[in-house]
Nanobody, 118 residues
Framework: VQLVESGGGLVQPGGSLRLSCVAS???????????LNWVRQVPGKQRELVAE???????NYADAVKGRFTFSTDNAENKMSLEMNSMKSEDTAVYFC??????????WGQGIQVTVSS
């Protein structure tokens, strides 16, 4: 499984960015996939779960992003997206997409920098 991310960059506080992650080597609808996730990491800190979709259910969000971020998938294109609105400086991080399988395997995107700054 390969995951390729795109869409990061620099945005001003209050602005918006959209991250995308395209998968190859699997399909999001496959029974073997347990969850799809967006995770972020700030240098020196542990990775933080931002949003997840477990077994095709509705997304769950971290409290820090609830109401501002939207996690969506396009099964036809094997793409997951994270729409980020009303961004804050504390959203600055490297963002990773992740696929977690029912066998306990994890596949990661390459990581993409998101910087919120004026």
């Amino acid at each position: 499984v390969q995951l390729v991310e795109s869409g990061g960059g620099l945005v001003q506080p209050g602005g918006s960015l959209r991250l995308s992650c395209v998968a190859s080597g699997t399909t999001f609808s496959a029974y073997s996939i347990y969850s799809l996730n967006w995770v972020r990491q700030v240098p020196g800190k542990q990775r933080e779960l931002v949003a997840e979709i477990i077994s095709g259910n509705t997304p769950n969000y971290a409290d820090a992003v609830k109401g501002r971020f939207t996690f969506s998938t396009d099964n036809a294109e094997n793409k997951m997206s994270l729409e980020m609105n009303s961004m804050k400086s504390e959203d600055t991080a490297v963002y990773f997409c992740n696929v977690h399988t029912r066998l306990g395997n994890d596949f990661w995107g390459q990581g993409i920098q998101v910087t919120v700054s004026s």
